[in-house]
């Protein structure tokens, strides 16, 4: 057994994502007030929607958007990516968020969430659900003109173990932390809390169903909690 055995498979997972980037388009709330999310959304479905499953086994789930939200009290950038390799040879997913919503934009956090298959024999492991803080300058914030030297791109350290990410979930924590009128308004939609419940279904309940079942029947002093994280 191990923490990720019961992660969905590489279509599943990229047809979930394609129906979150549905439930976003159509979402006429979303349209009014984050328009720059939608469309994109909405462009990204149509483009994907009419692969088969053998098609996506070698698509790269590409995404990524920027728009304006309220954090303490004042207007800000944030940059939203997701970066899927074909058959989970890459998967991230990135939150910038920058000091302002004009430019020149000056990003002040930015959060990888990733997910990493164990490498056999690596020297360097890490938890196959980890958390990083900083990271590299991607594509999309080198065409915001947002420069990430300030965060020390080199220092790759730690990784910090967490549970699994996609856009839905992404997105879901986003509005939930900066709480306005219209993120709350979003949060407690009873069709955004039905697409949420199902993404936790998809995507949270087995790793902790798996989490619940190594802490019952395999928790020992040379089988670690730290150590199933770390996909041993």
Request: with cysteine; hydrophobic share 40%; proline share 5%.
């Amino acid at each position: 057994m191990s923490i990720h055995s019961d992660h969905p498979k590489y279509p599943q997972f990229f047809r979930n994502e394609l129906r979150t980037l549905n439930v976003i388009a159509s979402n006429t709330f979303l349209v009014n007030k984050f328009r720059n999310l939608t469309t994109i959304a909405d462009r990204l479905y149509h483009a994907y929607k009419g692969y088969k499953d053998k098609e996506l086994l070698i698509r790269d789930f590409k995404f990524h958007v920027d728009f304006d939200i309220e954090i303490e009290k004042q207007q800000r950038r944030i940059v939203i990516e997701a970066g899927i390799r074909s058959q989970y040879s890459m998967a991230s997913y990135v939150l910038s968020i920058c000091e302002k919503n004009t430019p020149p934009y000056s990003i002040i956090r930015k959060f990888h969430f990733d997910y990493a298959l164990p490498v056999a024999g690596d020297s360097r492991p890490k938890p196959v659900y980890h958390l990083q803080y900083g990271g590299e300058q991607s594509p999309q914030l080198a065409a915001l003109g947002i420069d990430v030297g300030h965060l020390h791109p080199w220092l790759s350290l730690p990784r910090i173990n967490y549970a699994p990410m996609n856009l839905a979930l992404l997105l879901d924590m986003v509005f939930c932390e900066f709480r306005t009128a219209d993120t709350v308004h979003i949060i407690e939609d009873s069709k955004w809390r039905e697409h949420i419940k199902l993404n936790e279904d998809f995507l949270l309940r087995p790793y902790y169903l798996k989490v619940n079942g190594f802490v019952n029947h395999d928790h020992k002093v040379n089988s670690l909690i730290r150590d199933f994280n770390y996909g041993r």
